[in-house]
């Protein structure tokens, strides 16, 4: 396609974006190399509880997708093709007459506590960690399948293979089954260095390694909407494309920077802080620090580490709503900022703060043990957050420094943290290097990029990079002189 038709011609794009608590439907246009989103439909998403067991509904998913379909086709706006995004480490079970076996279970199920140790047993945890640079969590999709096969009625033993949940959705709109590259990567069974499932590791614990699929990249064609879809919705027979099926890696995707010299931060509940790296990372180094490395696109890998991030502010907030006291986002940020010298912090990821009961209570509980200054007022608590939080950012930016080939000139910081001005500021001035702060919807919009660079709309993720320079609005802090 020449340079001209690029420019000229005005293309839409469908992202269909999930979260763990809500999804949304994104329409993407892209015009004279121009990108400009507009949400369509937002859903609801949650955990559905079953006799104990915890599942995510897909069906309840798929009636969504349905009716965000009919809402944009009855706008007349004309798709190129749709992309789906979730979260990782999920998957359903596909029969051998190709039907789906139940509903998928949800990470959030406890099933998996003490999976790891059995896994060990067999699989040494270094031995695991050095096969697959993935970091070790209990959820992880190789403990998941570990587990269901210990429960005697679980689908996975009829089951003729599994699609993670991006493939799962993709498979229910196409009726084709691929298995996308950078969702599978957050499974814990791929090599990082070949980009393919090291198979060996399922046959050694017993469990029959056919159950997964030929590894695709991002950017393949998935197959076309069913006919019947098309007739139920009013779309048109459009593509399903694979795009980075994990939402991190959609999300890194849409980072806006010039060059490879920067680390990104991914923030929100939880918060990603990494590099991208055109080779994984994996050593006895990589392995003590359980730093990941995760399958991004154009062969890149996000090498990365998971922090604690605003869980802290909204669980604090909750006790605080209980007891009266209700702030917006902006009173938040004054609060923090009238309190900006207040001394004392905590370490986000000390496992106390993984889900106690009253958060502002734990947190305060711990400076008094520490024999730190405890906040009198909720202004002081903020702050306290704000600073643990920026403090931890130095630990890991330092650690992410000694494994970069480059040096680290900026960060970019990606999702709903980064409107977050007064932590953007406290993170220039702890870095001491700019931080740019956008975009917050960054993972519909990588999203979007990957289905223009199938299209042939883009040339490549750098290409993709500067579209999106030129289409955002980003804000850049600058360290202040101390």
């Not at 990082?192 to 980009?195: A, E, G, L, Q, S």
């Given at each position: 396609m020449s340079?001209?038709?690029?420019?000229n011609?005005?293309h839409h794009f469908?992202?269909f974006?999930l979260?763990?608590?809500?999804?949304?439907a994104?329409?993407g246009?892209?015009?004279?190399?121009?990108?400009?989103?507009e949400?369509a439909y937002r859903?609801?998403?949650?955990?559905k509880?079953?006799?104990?067991k915890y599942?995510?509904?897909?069906?309840?998913?798929f009636?969504?997708?349905?009716?965000a379909?009919?809402?944009?086709?009855a706008?007349g706006?004309k798709i190129?093709?749709?992309?789906i995004?979730t979260w990782?480490?999920?998957f359903?079970?596909i029969g051998?007459?190709?039907?789906?076996?139940g509903?998928?279970?949800?990470y959030?199920d406890p099933?998996?506590?003490?999976?790891?140790e059995?896994?060990f047993?067999?699989?040494p945890?270094?031995e695991?960690?050095?096969?697959t640079?993935?970091?070790?969590?209990?959820?992880?999709?190789?403990f998941?399948?570990?587990?269901?096969?210990q429960?005697?009625d679980?689908?996975i033993?009829?089951?003729?293979?599994?699609?993670?949940m991006?493939?799962l959705?993709?498979?229910?709109l196409?009726g084709e089954?691929?298995?996308?590259?950078?969702d599978?990567?957050t499974s814990?069974?791929i090599n990082?260095?070949?980009?393919d499932?090291?198979?060996?590791l399922l046959?050694r614990?017993?469990?029959k390694s056919?159950i997964?699929?030929?590894i695709?990249?991002?950017?393949?064609?998935?197959?076309m909407?069913?006919?019947?879809i098309c007739a139920?919705?009013?779309?048109?027979?459009?593509?399903?494309?694979?795009v980075a099926?994990?939402d991190t890696?959609s999300?890194i995707a849409s980072?806006?920077?010039?060059d490879?010299?920067?680390?990104y931060?991914?923030s929100g509940?939880?918060?990603?802080?990494g590099i991208e790296?055109r080779t994984?990372?994996?050593?006895?180094e990589?392995?003590e620090?359980?730093?990941?490395?995760?399958?991004?696109?154009d062969g890149?890998t996000?090498f990365l580490?998971n922090?604690?991030?605003?869980?802290?502010?909204?669980?604090?907030?909750k006790?605080?709503e209980?007891?009266g006291?209700?702030y917006n986002?902006?009173q938040?940020e004054?609060m923090?900022l009238?309190?900006?010298?207040?001394?004392?912090t905590?370490?986000?990821?000390?496992?106390?703060?993984?889900?106690?009961?009253?958060?502002?209570?734990e947190?305060k509980a711990?400076?008094?043990?520490?024999?730190?200054?405890v906040p009198k007022?909720d202004g002081e608590m903020?702050?306290c957050i704000y600073?643990?939080l920026?403090?931890?950012?130095?630990?890991v930016?330092?650690?992410?420094?000694r494994?970069a080939?480059?040096?680290?000139?900026?960060l970019?910081?990606?999702g709903?943290g980064s409107?977050?001005?007064?932590?953007?500021q406290l993170t220039?001035n702890?870095l001491?290097?700019?931080?740019i702060?956008?975009?917050?919807?960054?993972t519909s919009?990588g999203?979007?990029?990957?289905?223009?660079k199938t299209a042939?709309?883009?040339?490549?993720l750098?290409?993709?990079?500067?579209?999106?320079a030129?289409?955002?609005?980003t804000?850049?802090?600058?360290?202040?002189?101390?």
């Open positions: 340079q001209n038709q690029n420019t011609s005005v469908l992202a974006d979260g763990a608590t809500s999804g949304r994104i329409i246009t892209l015009s004279d190399g121009k990108l400009t989103s949400e859903f609801p998403n949650g955990v509880e079953i006799d104990g599942y995510w509904d897909v069906f309840a998913l009636d969504h997708f349905i009716a379909m009919k809402k944009v086709a706008s706006i190129d093709s749709i992309g995004d990782g480490v999920d359903g079970c051998e007459d190709g039907s789906i076996l509903l998928p279970r949800a959030r099933y998996t506590e003490g999976v790891p059995k896994v047993a067999v699989l945890k270094e695991l960690y050095q096969a640079g993935t970091q070790i969590m209990n959820f992880n999709t190789i998941q399948i570990y587990a269901q096969f429960e005697p679980s689908p033993h009829q089951a003729k293979e599994i699609l993670f991006p493939d959705l993709s498979y229910m196409t089954k691929v298995c996308e590259y950078t599978a990567s814990g069974l990082p260095r070949n980009r499932f090291d198979r060996s046959d614990l017993g469990i056919s997964l699929r030929e695709v990249q991002p950017g393949t064609k998935v197959g909407l069913k006919p019947e139920e919705t009013g779309m048109e027979s459009i593509p399903v494309i694979a099926g994990h890696a999300a980072i806006p920077a010039a490879e010299k920067f680390a931060l991914s509940t939880w918060s990603l802080m790296s994984p990372i994996v050593n006895k990589s392995y620090l359980n730093i990941t490395n995760e399958g991004g696109i890149t996000r580490k922090i604690t991030g605003m869980w802290l502010l909204e669980q604090s907030r006790t605080w209980k007891e006291r209700t986002y902006a938040i004054a923090g009238a309190a900006v010298d207040f001394p004392s905590i370490d986000p990821d000390d496992p106390r703060f993984a889900a106690p009961k009253d958060m502002d209570a947190i711990a400076l008094a043990e520490s024999g730190q200054q007022t903020v702050s600073h643990s920026t403090k931890k950012y130095i630990d930016i330092a650690m992410l420094q494994f080939d480059f040096k680290i000139e900026k970019h910081v990606i709903g409107s977050n001005k007064l932590v953007s220039a702890a001491q290097i700019p931080v702060c956008g975009p917050v919807e960054g919009i999203n979007i990029m990957i289905q223009a042939g709309l883009v040339k490549d750098w290409d993709m990079r500067r579209i999106i030129n289409s955002i609005e804000k850049t802090y600058y360290p202040e002189s101390k």
